[in-house]
């Protein structure tokens, strides 16, 4: 289903959202950003210079990018809807702290989102709950950046106060975990 359809189940005009925090550009995390008109787009600099610049040069990467995704990104910025996210433990709105993972995609970053019991959204930082178990990096990452993977995992523990609070980017056993609208789950 549609992103702007899966917010709407939430009871969440796709018009009436204001902000997106994209972790990363794969086409799964940046695609349907076009379904939110209003959004200001948040993303990290070095992500959205990489992939709109070097990785489509001859010795650039960009698998799992897709073109109209990026061009999305640009006219956005053309538009003043992209915030830029420079860096480590940047916050972006009030309570809501980004941080860089290791490298999924050229910059990926995770989210912090504050509050009496803090949660981490762990995007493709951390793919399923039993990485965090088994302390293993996800298997979307190159080995050599293995071992940062398992470093930021620590830290978003760390971050959150409990690995039970650190949400993976991709674990069907979240709409377990927690209260779900159709395939949204809402985490509180």
Same mark, same amino acid.
């Given at each position: 289903? /549609?992103?702007?359809?899966?917010?709407?189940q939430a009871g969440i005009p796709a018009a009436s959202v204001?902000? =997106? =925090?994209? *972790?990363?550009?794969?086409? @799964?995390?940046?695609?349907?950003? @076009?379904?939110?008109?209003n959004a200001t787009i948040?993303?990290?600099?070095?992500?959205y210079e990489y992939y709109t610049g070097a990785a489509w040069q001859p010795d650039g990467r960009h698998g799992g990018i897709d073109q109209d995704d990026v061009l !999305?990104?640009?006219?956005?910025? !053309?538009?003043?809807?992209?915030?830029?996210?420079?860096g480590d433990d940047v916050e972006i709105l009030p309570g809501i702290r980004a941080?860089?993972?290791?490298?999924?995609?050229f910059a990926s970053q995770y989210i912090r989102v504050g509050? !009496?019991?803090?949660?981490?959204?762990? *995007? @493709?930082n951390c793919y399923l709950y039993e990485n965090l178990? *088994?302390?293993? /990096? *996800?298997?979307?990452?190159?080995?050599? @950046?293995?071992?940062?993977?398992?470093?930021?995992?620590?830290?978003? =523990?760390?971050?959150?106060?409990?690995?039970?609070?650190v949400v993976p980017g991709h674990d069907p056993a979240q709409f377990e975990k927690f209260q779900t609208t159709g395939r949204v789950a809402k985490i509180h």
């Open positions: 289903m /549609a992103p702007d359809k899966l917010v709407e204001t902000d =997106i =925090i994209v *972790s990363h550009a794969h086409w @799964d995390h940046l695609g349907g950003i @076009d379904l939110f008109p948040w993303i990290q600099k070095g992500e !999305e990104l640009v006219r956005r910025n !053309e538009r003043g809807q992209l915030r830029f996210v420079n941080y860089t993972g290791a490298r999924h995609t509050g !009496e019991l803090p949660y981490v959204l762990a *995007s @493709d178990k *088994s302390h293993r /990096a *996800s298997a979307t990452f190159d080995p050599v @950046d293995e071992p940062g993977n398992i470093s930021a995992q620590q830290r978003m =523990i760390s971050l959150a106060g409990s690995a039970d609070r």
